[in-house]
C-alpha cells in the first residue's frame, strides 16, 4: 500500500484529494494546520492519520514527515490567499503567503526525497493556481508565489528524472471552496459565467486530476502544468 501525504487536506481542494486518494487504495497522511476537528473526522473517514504542522515551519514539517513515514505520493496543496492592492501588502503579509506557498513546498519536497530517491520511485505533485500563470489583479503577491511553485515543478522534475520520481503540477482555475466564498454570490456567479464551462469547478475536480498524476496512467508524464480551469485560461 503506498502512503500519500497531503498538505492543507482538512478542507476543500485538500480533503477531496484525501478522499479520492484513500479510495485508490492509498494510506493517507491529512496534514492540517488550526482546523484539527476537520482533520481528524476526515482521517477517521477515510481509514488515515491526521498530523498538525504548519508547512511554513522546517521543524514542524520534519516533525509531520517522522510521524507520517515514508512517502510515496506527496500533494503540496497547502496555501494562502489574499486579495489587496499591491501598494497596500505589508512586508509581513508578502512574506507569510510566500512562507506557506513556497517555501512549503520547498520544506516538503526535501524532506519526502531521501526515501523516494532510495527506492527510485515517486510522485510529487504541486498545487497552483491559474494566476500563477497569468497573473491576477490586486492578487500580486499571490499571483508570484504560485508562478514560483511552478517554475520549481519543471526545474524538480529535471532534477529528479534520472531517479525516476516524477514531479508534476495542477494550476486550478476558480473551485467551489471555502477560501473562493469570500468573493461573494454576485462575483462567483459572474466568474462561473466567464468561465466556457459555465460553471465553477469542484474540489473533485482537482481530486481526480492529482488521483491520474499520482497513478500509473501518468507514468512518463513529468514537469507539466495540469490547468484546471474549465477554459478560463487556455
Known amino acids: 500500500m503506498e502512503t500519500a501525504l497531503v498538505t492543507g487536506g482538512s478542507r ?97 519536497c526535501q524532506l519526502a526525497l531521501p526515501y523516494m530517491i532510495h527506492v527510485k520511485r515517486g510522485s510529487i505533485i504541486n498545487i497552483s493556481s491559474m494566476w500563477g500563470q497569468t497573473g491576477g489583479s490586486c492578487e500580486v503577491h499571490y499571483s508570484a508565489a504560485k508562478a514560483a511553485v511552478i517554475g520549481l515543478t519543471k526545474a524538480l522534475a529535471k532534477e529528479l528524472g534520472p531517479s525516476h520520481i516524477r514531479v508534476n503540477c495542477i494550476a486550478p482555475g476558480v473551485i467551489d471552496t471555502e477560501m473562493n466564498a469570500m468573493h461573494g454570490p454576485q462575483v462567483l456567479q459572474e466568474l462561473a459565467e466567464d468561465t466556457p464551462l459555465e460553471r465553477l469547478g469542484a474540489p473533485e475536480d482537482i481530486a481526480a486530476a492529482a488521483a491520474f498524476l499520482a497513478g500509473k496512467d501518468a507514468s512518463f508524464i513529468t514537469g507539466q502544468v495540469l490547468s484546471v480551469n474549465g477554459g478560463f485560461v487556455i
Open 12 to 108: 476543500g481542494i485538500g480533503a477531496a484529494v484525501c478522499r479520492r486518494l484513500a479510495a485508490e487504495g492509498c494510506r493517507v497522511i491529512v496534514n492540517y494546520h488550526t482546523h484539527k476537528e476537520d482533520a481528524e473526522k476526515l482521517a477517521e473517514e477515510i481509514g488515515g492519520l491526521a498530523v498538525q504542522a504548519d508547512v511554513a515551519d522546517r521543524a514542524a514539517c520534519e516533525n509531520l514527515f517522522e510521524q507520517a513515514g515514508n512517502v510515496d505520493i506527496l500533494v503540496n496543496n497547502a496555501g494562502v490567499a489574499q486579495q489587496k492592492l499591491f501598494t497596500d501588502i505589508t512586508e509581513e503579509e508578502w512574506n507569510r503567503l510566500f512562507a506557506v506557498d513556497v517555501s512549503g513546498v520547498f520544506h516538503c
